[in-house]
């Protein structure tokens, strides 16, 4: 994972410094306002297509059109995912009582691929069609609210991660994603666009949510001094108002057969940096001239 992870960034700062010496009318910058989806163990539903409450999302861009049909991108993105036990539809799901809340930070390298230039009919109501695919290196730190605190979970290791008699190590708070989505874009002017997208990223970790595994049983817990492990790995009791509930261990928690997931949904709004020749400048003008006399 470290070998990937250093080969990731040395990709990332040659493609942003290939895009920095572009020339400047191939290059472009978006601004993305949106919203995160988080997709997982603790959704309200175990289909595919259920997800957490949409938390505000942000980023940037830099690209460059490479061809008139694909282009190469460098982006950054910021939000939050969130994701709450109290919204299952079903009761031993919501009996389980767990939660988290984490902030993400993406950096990735995309490509988009004009669908126009395969259905050229798309032009006819001047709107551009884009697939979009890349790779994006993610940061993540998962965390929930015990006794009005919020406290990390990864460093307590709810699944027994700390514990030496446990052959599990705790889960990398860095990871990789593969997005995946379409955008459609329109101009407003000759510099400016604004395009709406939709991009779920599949990631190469199930511990976005904290929960991926089996419980170990709060007795052993207890006994290894992980007091702060024992109360979160298994909040059951809190939400019946009993003692804590003691499982044995080895006892699903989650379903470690499929990674998290989560998808952007957002609008952005894109300026490219053109030059206007001389002859489009002066009927610009004329135009304008044209307007204002009459």
């Known amino acids: 994972m470290q070998i990937l992870l250093r080969l990731y960034f040395r990709v990332s700062i040659f493609v942003f410094i290939g895009l920095c010496g572009v020339q400047g009318q191939n290059l472009y910058t978006k601004i993305h306002i949106g919203a995160m989806y988080y997709h997982g163990d603790l959704t309200p539903r175990t289909i595919g297509l259920s997800t957490g409450p949409a938390r505000f999302s942000w980023g940037a861009t830099l690209g460059s059109n490479v061809t008139d049909w694909a282009s190469i991108n460098a982006r950054f993105m910021s939000g939050r995912l969130t994701g709450d036990d109290r919204f299952s539809l079903d009761e031993t799901r919501k009996s389980r009582n767990l939660n988290f809340t984490t902030p993400i930070y993406e950096f990735g390298i995309y ?3 004009k669908v126009n230039k395969l259905i050229k009919r798309l032009d006819r109501y001047k709107v551009r069609l ?3 695919a890349g790779l994006n ?5 998962p965390s ?3 006794q009005g605190k919020s406290v990390a979970l990864q460093p307590i290791g ?4 700390t514990m030496s008699s446990n052959d599990k190590k705790p889960y990398s708070l860095t990871a990789i994603s593969r997005p995946i989505g379409i955008a459609i874009e329109f101009d ?5 666009s604004i395009g709406i997208e939709a991009a779920p990223r599949k990631t ?9 595994g089996t419980y170990v049983n709060y007795d052993e817990m207890m006994a290894a001094g992980n007091y702060l492990g024992a109360q979160l790995s298994n909040r059951t009791g809190e939400y019946f108002g009993t003692d804590n509930a003691r499982v044995p261990t080895g006892t699903l928690r989650g379903n470690p057969s499929q990674n998290d997931w989560y998808t952007h949904f957002g609008f952005y709004i894109k300026y490219s940096f053109i030059k206007i020749s001389s002859s489009e400048s002066s009927k610009n003008n004329e135009i304008i001239d044209g307007v204002i006399k009459n």
Not at 137 to 141: D, E, K, T
Not at 158 to 161: I, K, N, P, R, Y
Not at 204 to 212: G, H, L, N, Q
Request: charged share 25%; hydrophobic share 30%.
């Open 111 to 113: 490509t988009d691929l």
């Open 130 to 132: 884009y697939i979009t």
């Open 158 to 161: 709810t699944e027994g991660q």
């Open 204 to 212: 190469f970790t199930d511990y976005i949510d904290d929960v991926s």
């Open 137 to 141: 290196f993610f940061r993540f730190n």
């Open 188 to 192: 407003l002017t000759k510099k400016i």
């Open 144 to 146: 929930t609210t015990y």
